[in-house]
């Protein structure tokens, strides 16, 4: 019989980093899908070449560049879902991968159990794959059922152009999105607060505040939510798609952190015998330096 080892720790750390830089690929396809559509002042709607096969408008006028724009926001956020999907689902597959087998060995069960419990697994969509990860293995993100919101957006984007029918409603109201974003503030020393928002514009001049303390940054985590009535286009902003990338980076962060506590409560020893601790969100402020005046 052939003996396989495996370095938990690298394992699952590499997986990790390559589910969280397809959350990045993700964002990136997003941002310079949408930040196309705005910025064209014009639009070729042919492909290169000399002979053309597609009877494509040469001249569009304002209100079909107008309709163009708006199926190709839903276009570029139907692909995005699609690709935080596409990030997520092999490394919910590779954790349960080495729980299954390290949990069958632990129980002096045949490998060929686990097997087939992979080989089922990975059949699975993505809030299925959450869910049995939650029930048969304690490994709970707190984000399985925002991800089967952006699912079931992710299928009307890309099946119905982003418009909401009967079929897509998961309330008796509509399609309902949700997702885990942060409300930010900046506290002055002399206690003034500033709120931040994703729509906020830099950089930050904290020459101007008051008190001798050093400003403080506020987060408080939020779930946040948007409803689409049957017959609305689902439309989400910039700062919904950045809060959303972000939750996608976090279930990584999140997954990679429950792995390695999983192997730590059941007596191997991983990661030095040390505990990882719940991940912190970093975000990324333009201020002038009082000193200078330079951006930093």
């Known amino acids: ?37 705005i910025e064209a002042s014009e639009a070729d709607f042919h492909l290169d070449g000399f002979i053309q096969l597609i009877n494509a408008p040469r001249d569009p006028t304002p209100t079909q560049m107008d309709a163009f724009r708006d199926d190709y926001r839903a276009w570029i956020i139907g692909n995005g879902f699609r690709e935080l999907v596409a990030a997520l689902e092999p490394l919910l597959d590779f954790v349960h991968m080495v729980i299954a087998y390290a949990d069958a060995r632990m129980k002096n069960k045949r490998s060929r159990d686990a097997n087939q419990a992979c080989d089922k697994f990975e059949r699975h969509g993505l809030a299925l794959k959450f869910d049995q990860l939650r ?74 505040f008051e008190g001798e303390d050093n400003p403080k940054l506020n987060i408080e985590w939020v779930n946040r939510e948007a409803l689409f009535r049957p017959g609305r286009r689902i439309y989400l902003p910039p700062r919904t798609l950045q809060e959303i990338c972000h939750m996608g980076s976090l279930v990584c962060a999140e997954l990679n952190r429950h792995a390695i506590n999983w192997f730590l409560d059941h007596g191997v020893n991983v990661n030095g015998g040390v505990p990882v601790p719940p991940p912190k969100v970093e975000i990324y402020l333009d201020a002038i330096d009082p000193d200078d005046g330079n951006d930093k």
Request: charged share 25%.
């Open 135 to 208: 029930r048969r293995h304690g490994i709970d993100t707190r984000l399985s059922d925002h991800f089967e919101t952006l699912t079931q957006a992710r299928n009307c984007l890309t099946h119905r152009g982003g418009i909401v029918t009967d079929k897509d409603c998961n309330t008796g109201d509509g399609l309902r999105i949700t997702w885990l974003g942060f409300d930010s503030s900046i506290t002055e020393g002399g206690g003034r607060e500033h709120v931040l928002t994703l729509d906020s514009k830099g950089p930050i001049d904290s020459s101007k």
């Open 1 to 37: 019989m052939t003996t396989l080892s495996l370095n938990v720790d690298e394992a699952i750390t590499m997986a990790t980093r390559a589910g969280d830089t397809r959350v990045t690929r993700a964002a990136m396809l997003m941002a310079y899908g949408w930040n196309c559509s």
